[in-house]
């Protein structure tokens, strides 16, 4: 135990910038890494779990309480691995440096880092190993990460799904990791092998030997010898046009390899027999150009007929496939000829000893296998229903969770159950699946650890999480990824959104997507686990915590993010199939509510208003609730002495101050704060609206019951100090924009936690959420002066025009990434979002930048920008989302919709010149001066002076922002005389356009146009 009251090493400092470049980098580690043993939704990365760890179990060397002990020992461990200066300083310099090198996975298991860290452990804890507590275990990156560094670990979530994967990673991997386990062998022996992974190879290789035997029938090879690995599916529709009635396939599009040396893709011809419907004849071509190849017949939800050209609305198309129950399965007559439903595109196939994919047509023995399998599997449900003895439906009949739940979409295409959204011959190689691990062991329920049954519990465990990989990647919202020539899993995305022509993959083949892989992804985690006692992982309720009180030494946890993952209504994808393959499970029998086919939702922390649960709404109010319970049962399983840290990556201000409402009502203090950068790239949420790409890590310590009335003067004039102070280290390790915002709230809090309550000088007691609108106020104050080197509307401030715009590009601009490795996934999430009505999309459509109301607010109202007056000027406030209005649209508002056009021409090089931008901007002779359309306030005109010149009157009310606007507009438009007479004009008038337009230049985002307009519109200023 550290001495009470010794300040830890995160309460001191944090190597920021390198831990957030090793979890960012981590994401890309795919092999051997914990988190491909099975999804897990939002997981942290282990480099920000280890390395803040490692800073709150180890104690502040210049601490003067720090024991001499651990001083010393630190030295001699750490001078193994790097140099240590003398002096205190010099030796939390070396911890720190140690920290953020072992954060890098490469080093994670490297054994002389390992020896270090779990030395460092022992110094600071001499009578044994500290117990680190996670209520919130999700995937169990904190656990696992508290296992490796020599600790001992108690992880819990509600989640049975998140349990087992928790059980798997922190009991069977470090119990019998390395362990000889007794498996049985194919001639129905039993023999010994060495080690966990190796069991499951060997049990995975039996249960995909009776696989083969049940399924090969349903997925044949070809005649010449090639093997189909994946079948291109496209759900259809019928035209409703008059006279037409052909069949719409939907496809987002025709492509089906881009690869260098194999482009293919298909088109088609319509044939239209006498007296019936038009039919779509495809074949498959080698494109020379994007232009050969037929656009998709889907977008947005809406149909076109490739026989008529009619549109099908998107209403239509989804009361057809609803009546299809989603249309993933063909429909065959008596005889097995299709007659509607899934219609297949294209056979991918390998063939022996050649390399790459191929391409064919299906063929009548492709449908026929499919017809054999749903026979099959009606066979298996005819069978199951005449016997009411046998348990569980064979295939998910759990119904879906009820429309409006966040992140579904597939309801409203008639999918009623989990089951709707996987093909007839899908389910049937999973029920096939689950059913080999199910009756490997005769005993339906798992024996004491170790003992009797034929195949040991860890194994088993193991190999559930085999079969849902499997069910991953082989549900009919798979799509077909084409830069990869493979197939995309089912989860690409937090959410369930309709996938129109979906891919889907042969279990058993040598491709991606197959059993094989989930089979050697599990065993390759195992593997890689450098060894650790093991954990403890359970069910439970982290409102209702198991542990005694004062058992942990940490309480260090990531709780659920407001409303961002409804992890419950995700995981039932998983726990349908796990039911399946592990039937009776403890795990898996909801302890809250017996009569509960599905996972726990009732207990589960989230918002989800749309959604009411036994008569009660997941409101605000709720989540806040949820939050002030866990926070104080960490506070009770703690030792008074222990610490604690929370991670906060919340989008919404809401989930911000309902998570620290819970934290303050519970009795925490916070002590120190640390973002860390954890995403790549500019992810899909990141482009739209400011999402955030850092998540900061709450240092907390339970605040003592004496703690004092604090005073709400004192407090106000520590806050801009202690925010400045931040603002600049973390700009000085790349922390930006939004990012920075929240960063900011972790030293505000510090200052308001501390007191057990805060007053101003009249007694009233301020609350949390008075306290953050200051924060946002302080915080904006801040980046004006910084950026416009004006914080509030004294002498020389420019307007509020400017402010808003200044401070909405601050807050705008994203944290330094590393230049992604783009997730592959990425552009086919983002045309799959596309591809459905989505509601924000005319907001990205139409080009500008945006943020979410709620940020913009915050910002504006103690800074005094009015938005409302900003309205169509400046901003356009649409569904919660502030949309800075494009440089385009700016041109509209001060030239009119004329001027609009003809500099988006100019901007775009349209051959058209710019005869009449010379009268609209002042260029004719004979025109003295241009009004252009009504003289609205704002406009700036222009004049043609007696002497030839011109002269740029901003109208009366045009301001600073307005004419820097024009001024980029000229640039736009080629005008470089107006421009410099402008610009003369602008030198003589003040600083203020200069000063702008400087700010604007460093603050447009990269890459846009309105960057390359300011810049260039600068190199015109007269030095
Ligand atoms: C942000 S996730 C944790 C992710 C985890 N840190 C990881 O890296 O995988 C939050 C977790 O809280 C769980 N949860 C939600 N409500 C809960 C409750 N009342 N009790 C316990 N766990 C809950 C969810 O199931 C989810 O796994
Ligand atoms: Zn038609």
Not at 512 to 532: F, K, M, Q, R
Not at 834 to 851: K, N, T
């Amino acid at each position: 135990m550290l001495p009470a009251a010794c300040r830890c090493l995160a309460e001191a400092d944090f190597p920021i910038a390198e831990v957030s470049k090793h979890s960012a980098r981590e994401k890309s580690i795919r092999h051997g890494h914990p988190s491909t043993v099975h999804l897990w939704w939002a997981r942290r990365p282990l480099a920000a779990c280890r390395a803040v760890l490692m800073g709150l179990l180890l104690p502040d060397p210049c601490d003067p309480r720090c024991p001499e002990g651990f001083k010393q020992e630190a030295r001699r461990l750490l001078g193994r691995v790097r140099g240590v200066g003398e002096g205190d300083e010099a030796l939390r310099r070396a911890l720190l440096g140690f920290i953020a090198d072992f954060s890098n996975w490469e080093n994670s298991a490297n054994p002389v880092f390992l020896e270090t860290a779990r030395g460092l452990v022992r110094a600071a804890y001499p009578d044994g190993p500290p117990l680190v507590v996670d209520p919130f275990a999700g995937g169990g990156s904190i656990p696992l990460e508290a296992l490796r560094v020599g600790c001992e670990a108690f992880a819990s979530d509600l989640n049975p799904v998140a349990c087992l994967i928790l059980k798997v990673l922190l009991e069977g991997i470090p119990r019998y990791g390395r362990a000889r386990l007794r498996v049985p062998t194919p001639d129905g022996g039993v023999e010994e092998v060495e080690g966990l992974a190796e069991a499951v190879r060997r049990v995975g290789g039996l249960v995909k030997a009776r696989a083969e035997e049940e399924l090969a029938e349903f997925y044949p090879p070809d005649p010449d010898g090639a093997r189909p690995i994946a079948y291109l599916w496209a759900r259809t529709v019928r035209c409703e046009a008059p006279k037409c009635g052909a069949e719409i396939p939907l496809a987002r599009s025709f492509w089906l390899s881009k690869k260098a040396g194999r482009r293919r893709a298909l088109r088609y011809r319509v044939v239209r027999p006498a007296g019936r419907p038009p039919e779509v004849v495809f074949e498959i071509f080698e494109p020379k150009s994007e232009a050969e190849v037929p656009k998709g017949t889907v977008s947005r939800g809406n149909a076109t007929c490739p026989a008529c050209g009619t549109v099908l609305r998107v209403e239509r198309v989804r009361a057809q496939l609803s009546a299809q129950r989603g249309g993933a399965d063909v429909v065959f007559d008596q005889q097995g000829r299709r007659v509607s439903g899934a219609r297949l595109l294209a056979v991918v196939t390998v063939r022996p000893g050649e390399q790459g994919r191929h391409y064919r047509l299906p063929t009548e023995r492709d449908y026929e296998a499919v017809w054999k399998a749903q026979r099959r599997l009606d066979r298996l449900l005819e069978r199951w229903r005449n016997s009411p003895s046998e348990g569980l439906c064979p295939v998910p009949d759990e119904p879906l969770p009820p429309e409006g739940t966040l992140g579904f979409r597939v309801q409203k295409y008639g999918m009623r159950t989990w089951g709707d959204l996987f093909t007839a011959r899908q389910k049937l190689a999973l029920a096939t699946l689950a059913r080999g691990v199910r009756e490997l062991d005769p005993h339906p329920d798992p024996l004491p650890e170790g003992e009797g049954g034929r195949v040991p519990e860890a194994v088993r465990l193991a190999m559930a999480l085999v079969v849902n990989r499997c069910a991953d990647y082989l549900s009919s919202l798979c799509s077909w990824h084409l830069p990869g020539e493979k197939v995309n899993h089912t989860y690409g995305r937090q959410a369930l959104p309709i996938v129109w022509d979906f891919c889907e993959v042969f279990p058993l083949s040598d491709s991606t997507g197959n059993y094989d892989g989930a089979l050697e992804w599990v065993a390759e985690v195992i593997e890689a686990w450098p060894g650790s006692p093991s954990g403890q992982a359970q069910v439970a309720d982290a409102t209702e915590h198991p542990l005694p009180d004062d058992a942990a030494t940490v309480w260090f946890t990531d709780p659920p993010y407001y409303d961002a993952v409804p992890y419950a209504d995700l995981s039932d994808f998983f726990f349908v199939w796990l039911k399946r393959t592990l039937p009776g499970h403890p795990l898996l029998r909801d302890p809250f509510d017996p009569e509960n086919g599905l996972t726990p939702k009732t207990a589960e922390i989230v918002q989800n208003e749309a959604v009411r649960l036994n008569g009660q709404v997941k409101d605000r109010a709720f989540f806040e609730e949820g939050m002030a319970r866990a926070f104080r049962e960490g506070r009770r399983v703690l030792q008074d002495d222990g610490i604690g840290a929370v991670v906060f990556a919340h989008k919404t201000t809401e989930g911000w101050e309902a998570l620290l409402s819970g934290l303050i009502r519970a009795g925490w203090t916070v002590t120190a704060s640390w973002p860390i950068t954890t995403e790549m790239g500019s992810r899909l949420r990141a482009r739209e609206s400011a999402a955030l790409s850092a998540s900061v890590h709450l240092v907390i310590r339970p605040r003592p019951d004496d703690a004092p009335v604090g005073d709400w003067g004192g407090i106000l004039r520590e806050l801009p100090r202690r925010v400045g102070e931040w603002m600049d280290r973390l700009q000085g390790e790349g922390i930006r924009g939004a990012d920075l915002v929240f960063a900011c709230i972790g030293p505000a809090l510090e200052i308001f936690s501390r007191y057990s309550r805060v007053e101003t000088a009249e007694g009233r007691e301020v609350t949390l959420a008075e306290y953050l609108e200051k924060i946002w106020e302080v915080v904006g104050r801040a980046a004006l002066q910084q950026v416009l080197g004006s914080g509030d509307g004294g002498a020389g401030a420019l307007e509020e025009d400017a402010r808003l715009t200044a401070l909405f590009l601050w807050t705008l601009q994203s944290t330094n990434r590393l230049e992604a490795e783009e997730e592959e996934a990425g552009d086919e999430e983002e045309e799959a979002e596309l591809e459905e009505e989505d509601e924000e999309a005319p907001a990205r459509r139409a080009g500008g930048f945006s943020l979410v109301f709620d940020v913009v607010r915050r910002f504006a109202q103690p800074l005094g920008i009015r938005l409302p007056e900003w309205e169509g000027r400046v901003i356009e406030t649409k569904k919660g989302v502030v949309r800075l209005l494009s440089i385009r649209e700016r041109a509209k508002v001060l030239f009119g919709r004329e001027g609009a056009d003809l500099v988006a021409q100019r901007i775009e090089r349209a051959p058209r010149g710019p005869v009449q931008l010379e009268l609209l901007l002042g260029g004719g002779a004979s025109v003295p001066e241009v009004r252009v359309q009504g003289g609205r306030r704002g406009r700036v005109r222009s004049r043609r002076l007696p002497d030839g010149s011109q002269e740029y009157a901003a109208s009366r009310g045009a301001t600073t922002l307005d004419r820097v606007h024009t001024a980029m507009v000229l640039q736009a438009a080629g005008r470089a005389n107006a421009l410099r007479a402008l610009l003369r004009a602008e030198l003589d008038r003040g600083p203020e356009f200069l000063r702008l337009a400087n700010a604007l230049a460093a603050l447009y985002p990269k890459g846009s146009e309105e960057k390359r307009l300011v810049e260039a519109m600068l190199l015109a200023v007269p030095r």
